[in-house]
């Protein structure tokens, strides 16, 4: 009886410590839903809250670069802060999100070696990836007026670069 319930016990507590970290869903699908990734990455596909309502589908780099100038972004070119379209839009499902992140990079005409470079290369250099991670850095310029912390990837650059490599280096599954 003792014996039964120390391995209960030993089960519950120890739940955690089980989890693989090489699967996208365990850690990394909350942190790319996190506000920081998706208002950049659904940009052009909601309409913006606040004072102005436009359907960003329709916002080009000129309508934007009056307040998003170097200062803010960081970028000496105001159309390098963009993200991409398509790569990643809230909502999605982990295995949907990881496959859209991979789909991002062209990971179907590369290696695991090539995928695994160009992932590391984003996700840890990006001045904007750095920014959703810590809000502001050299690089990446400051947070922009109304922005919070609590936008921001939750568990700091020490705990996303943990996560993300236990990912890359356990085969980018999209579980």
């Known amino acids: 009886m003792k014996l039964n319930i120390f391995c209960l016990v030993l089960l519950t507590f120890s739940g955690p410590a089980l989890a693989d970290d090489s699967k996208f869903s365990t850690h990394l699908h909350v942190k790319f839903q996190s506000k920081a990734c998706t208002n950049c990455h659904d940009f052009f596909t909601k309409k913006r809250r606040g004072p102005i309502l436009i359907a960003h589908k329709d916002v080009t780099v000129d309508m934007c670069i009056g307040c998003h100038d170097q200062s803010v972004t960081g970028f000496k070119h105001e159309e390098e802060w963009f993200s991409r379209t398509g790569l990643f839009t809230s909502g999605m499902t982990a295995k ?12 179907k005409f590369k290696n695991d070696a090539l995928i695994a470079r160009d992932m ?34 939750k568990g700091g650059l020490e705990e996303w670069k943990k996560h993300v490599n236990a990912w890359i280096k356990g085969g980018l599954k999209c579980q």
């Not at 947070?143 to 936008?151: A, G, H």
């Open 96 to 107: 949907q999100a990881c496959e859209a992140i991979k789909n991002g990079i062209n990971a």
């Open 120 to 153: 590391d290369k984003h996700l840890f250099d990006d001045p904007r990836v750095l920014w959703a991670i810590e809000g502001a850095t050299p690089k990446s310029g400051n947070l922009p007026e109304n922005k919070k912390e609590v936008d921001l990837v």
